[in-house]
């Protein structure tokens, strides 16, 4: 029994000492009031919207010494202090800054929970962007209608360069403007409307929110070296009805056809198509350009095309004719009947008779009813008429 009792308590022993102890368990209690306390923290790290970085606290307590807290090389738990944080939110001994923290500040009030009297209040300053640099990625010709993407860096006031448009540092995080085209997460798209194009360049203006005090502008130039397309059609003709289906037949009888589909309708005729062609030599630009203005329906299109490479496809093609109605399904053919079935009389012996069932073979069911005819297609409209005014030069 002896020998039980102290295995029993070897083996509870070892299981304790066996088992990691919690952090905060290990962790040592402030027990008596320090002279004052500071806020810990790594004056390198990145501090911008959305980053994380990590704190400590360092206590002075009356005899010259430094306690401090376990993430700043100490054994004090975190939990010795309350943290208040403006621009911000404490977990963990780290700080998270606000993602739509454009103040440039995050400020962190520490106190001692036990000894609330003693406390520290510091204001960081956020880092901020000093430069922006831009590069373009054609994604397409230089021309209107065209896109192409930003591929954007920031350097930061203590030389951190981080790329633009990722989760550390989102597109929201700047205003942009842009002439001559829209922008979306990067994506610039050029404006279709060569009026709308200043000096055959789009402009896009970057500023930052933590620092408009340091705008960026990059221009990303045309060279109208495109193959245009312009394309002019008439109204598809109208779908021909289905024709009805045909209705089954009763026992034995044939099903009825399937009507006729219609006639799919015309297309129609495309509208015509007038253009306007002349040439000129543009000083900004640096040589000729082709400009084509298009009219059709009331519709203005205007085109300005490099000679050298450029070039514009007219088109005017009628809409296509209407499919035809598909026929109707045949009617489904009767069931078939049964043998007729007749009783005899067989003879067994001299007094006795029995009666036999006899069936006859049963009848063939009626046939199935045709399918109608489906309807012809429409005729594909005419194309459209194209007139080309052009001047000499052109």
Not at 315 to 332: L, N
Not at 342 to 352: A, F, G, H, Y
């Given at each position: 029994m002896k020998t039980f009792t102290l295995f029993v308590a070897i083996f509870c022993s070892l299981t304790a000492s066996a088992a990691p102890a919690a952090p905060e368990l290990l962790a040592k209690k402030l027990r008596k009031k320090p002279s004052s306390i500071e806020l810990a923290y790594d004056d390198q790290d990145l501090r911008i919207p959305n980053a994380i970085f990590v704190i400590g606290v360092k206590a002075k307590m009356p005899d010259g010494t430094e306690l401090r807290t376990r993430n700043w090389g100490g054994k004090l738990g975190m939990k010795n202090f309350r943290f208040e944080v403006s621009g911000g939110q404490y977990q963990f001994g780290k700080i998270r800054i606000a993602p739509d923290n454009f103040s440039g500040f995050v400020t962190i009030h520490v106190s001692a929970r036990k000894f609330p009297d003693v406390s520290t209040s510091v204001k960081l300053p956020l880092n901020k962007e000093m430069q922006l640099l831009v590069d373009h990625k054609a994604l397409g010709d230089a021309a209107p209608g065209e896109k192409y993407r930003l591929a954007i860096e920031a350097i930061f006031d203590n030389g951190y360069r981080l790329p633009v448009g990722n989760r550390k540092l989102p597109f929201k995080n700047y205003h942009f403007q842009v002439t001559g085209g829209t922008i979306r997460r990067g994506l610039v798209k050029i404006a279709e409307d060569p009026d709308r194009i200043i000096a055959h360049r789009v402009a896009v203006d970057i500023t930052p929110k933590s620092n408009p005090d340091v705008p960026t502008t990059s221009f990303f130039p045309l060279d109208y070296i495109k193959r245009y397309r312009y394309s002019n059609g008439g109204a598809f003709g109208l779908s021909g009805f289905n024709g009805r289906n045909g209705s089954g037949g009763g026992p034995g009888q044939s099903g009825q056809q399937g009507g006729n589909g219609e006639h799919g309708d015309h297309g129609r005729h495309a509208p015509v198509v007038a253009v306007y062609v002349d040439v000129y030599y543009d000083k900004q630009f640096g040589g000729e350009l082709i400009v084509a203005e298009v009219i059709s329906e009331g519709r203005f299109t205007k085109y300005l095309i490099n000679p050298t490479?450029?070039?514009?496809?007219?088109?005017?093609?009628?809409?296509?004719?209407?499919?035809?109605?598909?026929?109707?399904?045949?009617?489904?053919?009767?069931?078939?009947?049964?043998?007729?079935?007749?009783?005899?009389?067989?003879?067994?012996?001299?007094?006795?008779?029995?009666?036999?069932?006899?069936?006859?073979?049963?009848?063939?069911?009626?046939?199935?009813?045709?399918?109608?005819?489906?309807?012809?297609?429409?005729?594909?409209?005419?194309?459209?008429?194209?007139y080309v005014h052009f001047t000499l030069a052109a």
């Open positions: 490479g450029g070039s514009l496809r007219l088109s005017a093609v009628g809409g296509s004719g209407g499919d035809g109605g598909a026929g109707g399904d045949g009617g489904r053919g009767g069931d078939g009947r049964d043998g007729k079935v007749r009783i005899l009389k067989e003879q067994v012996n001299d007094s006795t008779y029995r009666e036999v069932r006899e069936i006859g073979p049963a009848q063939d069911g009626g046939n199935g009813g045709d399918g109608g005819f489906g309807g012809d297609g429409g005729h594909g409209g005419d194309g459209g008429d194209i």
